[in-house]
C-alpha cells in the first residue's frame, strides 16, 4: 500500500484567511483523492486531482472555495480558501485505498 | 454524492459474538464495495473488499454483497474489544474514488 504524508498534521487558523494542505505520495500515480470529515460526520469527497489537468469537483463543492493543484504525479495540494468556521474539519488526502493521516483545521 | 445508508447504532455487542453491520446503496453503477474501521481520532483502513454478488471471508471478517437488493454487509466472527470503532461502508463506481456511508459505531463489550 502507498506511504502519504500530509502536512500540517494540524492547524488553527483565523477566519477569512486560507490554508494549503500538502499531500506527499511515495510512489507515482495517476489519481489523488480529497476528503473531508467534519466533526461526528462520515467523509465526503471533495475532489479528483488527475495529473496534467483540472481537478474534478462533486457536488456542492467549487474550485474557488477548493483549489487544487497537481504538478507531479507524487505530489498534491489542496487550498481552503476565505475560511469560516464551518470549515473546522478533518481534511483527508486518498491514493488508490489508502489514506493520509488528515489535517485537522479548527477555524476561530 | 452517492447515497449510501448505514445504521448509525450505536451497536455493543459482548466479546466473542458476532457483530452484523449492515450497508445500503442507490446507485446502481457502483460496482466495488467496499468496508473501513476508523478508530477514534485516525484514518480510516481498509478491511475488506467485494466486487461480486456473494460472501467473501478473510479471517473474522465476511463481506457479503447482493446487487438486486443494493445491500452489502460486514459479518465480524468472535468480536474482540479491539473491534471497538466505526465502521465505514464504502461504494465506489470506479474502484478509486470512493462514497461512504455514515458509518457505525461498534463497541465489544469484554
Known amino acids: 500500500s502507498a506511504v502519504i504524508s500530509q502536512k500540517p498534521s494540524r492547524d488553527i487558523c483565523q477566519r477569512g484567511t486560507s490554508l494549503t494542505i500538502q499531500c506527499q505520495v511515495d510512489?507515482?500515480?495517476?489519481?489523488m483523492f480529497w476528503y473531508r470529515q467534519q466533526p461526528g460526520q462520515s467523509l465526503t469527497l471533495i475532489a479528483t486531482?488527475?495529473?496534467?489537468?483540472?481537478?474534478?469537483?462533486e457536488s456542492g463543492f467549487v474550485i474557488d472555495k477548493f483549489p487544487i493543484s497537481r504538478p507531479n504525479l507524487t505530489f498534491s495540494t489542496l487550498t481552503v480558501s476565505n475560511m469560516s468556521p464551518e470549515d473546522s474539519s478533518i481534511y483527508l488526502c486518498?491514493?488508490?485505498?489508502?489514506f493520509g493521516q488528515g489535517t485537522r483545521l479548527t477555524v476561530v | 454524492q452517492k447515497e449510501v445508508e448505514q445504521n448509525s447504532g450505536p451497536l455493543s455487542v459482548p466479546e466473542g459474538a458476532i457483530a452484523s453491520l449492515n450497508c445500503t446503496y442507490s446507485?446502481?453503477?457502483?460496482?466495488?464495495f467496499f468496508w473501513y474501521r476508523q478508530y477514534s481520532g485516525k484514518s480510516p483502513e481498509l478491511i475488506m473488499s467485494i466486487y461480486s454478488n456473494g460472501d467473501k471471508e478473510d479471517g473474522r471478517f465476511t463481506a457479503q454483497l447482493n446487487k438486486a437488493s443494493q445491500y452489502v454487509s460486514l459479518l465480524i466472527r468472535d468480536s474482540q474489544p479491539s473491534d471497538s470503532a466505526t465502521y465505514l461502508c464504502?461504494?465506489?463506481?470506479?474502484?478509486?474514488?470512493?462514497?461512504f456511508g455514515t458509518g457505525t459505531s461498534l463497541t465489544v463489550i469484554p
Open positions: 486531482a488527475n495529473q496534467g489537468s483540472e481537478a474534478t469537483y
Open positions: 464504502a461504494v465506489s463506481p470506479t474502484g478509486n474514488q470512493f462514497y
Open positions: 486518498s491514493v488508490e485505498r489508502d
Open positions: 446507485d446502481r453503477v457502483s460496482q466495488s
Open positions: 510512489s507515482q500515480v495517476t489519481m
